[in-house]
């Protein structure tokens, strides 16, 4: 499984655009990106996952350049509720059942 | 919205005791995992279980660990004689299929072991 490296934290204020960016130098043909959230005392939640170029759904955008190794979360106009742990995990879809987690970007945002 | 619950949310328990946890996946998802999470630590995998079956184990668990899916709803996580290290935040995980990379965790199980 590739190696992911994320910054340990970032801080922002409530309306601002938020880019975490995730580098996986090791990606395998085969693997995909997949980013999760965890509040405190929560159990982590699926954000977005994607091969190449970008993805978008309701919650966030994630880029890809062509040579995918690296990826960055794009979070519109955070607000306080978006502070948490996101982790960026990169892996064979035929694994993906056994998530492994890295120590993630710890976010706060601020008023 | 359907969720992945899991009792108990706290549990306070004595070495060397018994421990089960239980989980209730979202009801039309196949594949259910055991996640942990030791406070200020990663999330670490523990098994993958499928047609009634494990597929897949982290070295973390050991002997010591077994799961089941004791009825069409059920999938629980027993710990046989619980050690300090034990102590940790346990989650639940359930998917719809094996290779998305979508799991839905549940809020987990607070394992204290005294």
């Known amino acids: 499984l590739a190696k992911t490296t994320q910054p340990i934290s970032m801080d922002s204020y409530e309306g601002q655009e938020v880019n975490i960016t995730c580098s996986h130098n090791n990606i395998a043909t085969n693997d995909y990106i997949t980013w999760y959230q965890q509040f405190p005392s929560q159990g982590p939640r699926f954000i977005i996952q994607?091969?190449?170029t970008k993805v978008t759904n309701e919650v966030a955008s994630l880029f890809i350049p062509a040579d995918r190794k690296s990826s960055t979360l794009s979070l519109p106009r955070v607000s306080l509720s978006d502070t948490a742990v996101y982790y960026c995990l990169v892996g064979d879809k035929g694994s993906q059942g056994n998530l492994i987690f890295g120590k993630g970007t710890k976010l706060s945002v601020k008023p | 919205e359907p969720e992945v619950t899991q009792t108990p949310s706290h549990q306070v328990t004595q070495m060397g005791q018994e421990v089960i946890l239980r989980c209730v996946p979202i009801s039309n998802h196949l594949y259910f995992y055991w996640y942990r999470q030791i406070l200020g630590q990663k999330v670490e995998f523990l098994v993958s279980?499928?047609?009634?079956?494990?597929?897949?184990k982290s070295e973390i668990f050991d002997d010591q660990f077994s799961v089941e899916r004791p009825d069409g709803s059920n999938f629980t996580l027993k710990i046989r004689s619980t050690k300090l290290e034990d102590s940790a935040m346990y989650f639940c995980a359930s998917s719809v299929w094996e290779n998305t990379g979508e799991l839905f965790f549940g809020e987990g199980s607070r394992l204290t072991v005294l």
């Open positions: 994607g091969y190449k």
């Open positions: 279980f499928y047609n009634n079956e494990i597929s897949e």
